[in-house]
């Protein structure tokens, strides 16, 4: 996954959607402490700072140097990369040892994730009881986009990795083995509309961090070619600024006690 993310990392931090403080409210008030969270695939931070506000510590780790090096710096954020040849012990210390986190977050990443393995990490760093897990991704909806955002999207398919269907399925998909906390179950997560006010060219920057487009690139295509943003342009009318519905979508939930 590092690599789909790498060249583009400075517009990624740039043009990406800012999320609800209020989620982040609510998922602290689900944590029986507040010491220690992990913002893992971090990218540019964007949760990990609202994260920051409700814990002593967030410990936000990336596979992506590139990712790491535009996050947004916090005092109460520690920023790590994490290779993919990391091994399950070292990570496990280095986020503080067994039972040593309160909350983890994912922010529009778990779907590139090994799952079986990081849900491993997840069951060995969380407090138990009281630790709680979130993942969560979105999709975008404007109406007068629809047409052409659909031909977009059919021709980005022979592009697109399998593990991003998942959040394109609204993780409805996703593995999600832990108890609810009442925020979305496996196969019925919970959903929230997220406004933004963009730019046209703020969404076509968007559209370029999408990794399917740069999978497209590297082998010689061009999705956002000239005249696909011609079309985008007309769809999206006179006025430059458009408010832009993202459907945002979040599994949480708590770690299965044996017995």
């Known amino acids: 996954m590092a690599g789909l993310y790498e060249k583009q990392a400075e517009i990624y931090a740039q043009a990406r959607p800012k999320y609800p403080r209020?989620?982040?409210?609510?998922?602290?008030?689900?944590?029986?402490?507040?010491?220690?969270?992990?913002?893992?695939?971090?990218?540019?931070?964007?949760?990990?700072?609202?994260?920051?506000?409700?814990?002593?510590?967030?410990?936000?780790?990336d596979v992506s140097e590139a990712q790491i090096k535009h996050a947004t710096p916090h005092r109460k954020v520690r920023y790590v990369h994490t290779p993919l040849s990391?091994?399950?012990?070292?990570?496990?210390?280095?986020?503080?040892?067994?039972?040593?986190?309160?909350?983890?977050?994912?922010?529009?990443?778990?779907?590139?994730f090994d799952?079986?393995?990081?849900?491993?990490?997840?069951?060995?760093?969380?407090?138990?009881p009281g630790g709680v897990v979130a993942v969560w991704s979105y999709s975008y909806d404007?109406?007068?986009?629809?047409?052409?955002?659909?031909?977009?999207?059919?021709?980005?398919?022979?592009?697109?990795?399998?593990?991003?269907?998942?959040?394109?399925?609204?993780?409805?998909?996703?593995?999600?083995?832990?108890?609810s906390v009442g925020?979305?179950?496996?196969?019925?997560?919970?959903s929230v509309d997220m406004d933004l006010e963009i730019s046209f060219d703020g969404f076509v920057e968007l559209l370029r961090t999408g990794s399917a487009v740069n999978t497209a690139k590297e082998r010689g295509v061009d999705l956002?070619?000239?005249?696909?943003?011609?079309?985008?342009?007309?769809?999206?009318?006179?006025?430059?600024?458009r408010k832009v519905t993202f459907k945002a979508f979040m599994l949480a939930g708590t770690p299965r006690l044996e017995g």
């Open 142 to 179: 404007i109406s007068p986009l629809e047409d052409v955002m659909k031909r977009f999207y059919v021709s980005s398919l022979p592009y697109m990795d399998d593990r991003a269907r998942y959040a394109f399925e609204g993780y409805r998909t996703l593995p999600f083995p832990f108890e």
């Open 86 to 112: 990391i091994s399950e012990q070292d990570l496990v210390s280095m986020l503080g040892g067994e039972g040593s986190v309160d909350l983890v977050t994912v922010a529009t990443a778990v779907h590139w």
């Open 22 to 61: 209020g989620w982040f409210t609510k998922l602290a008030s689900l944590t029986a402490h507040h010491k220690r969270a992990w913002d893992a695939g971090t990218g540019s931070g964007q949760a990990a700072v609202n994260v920051a506000e409700h814990y002593e510590e967030v410990i936000a780790t």
């Open 183 to 190: 925020l979305g179950t496996e196969g019925n997560p919970t």
């Open 224 to 241: 956002l070619s000239e005249e696909v943003v011609k079309e985008l342009r007309t769809a999206w009318g006179g006025s430059d600024i």
């Open 115 to 128: 799952l079986p393995s990081f849900y491993s990490i997840v069951n060995r760093v969380l407090r138990k």
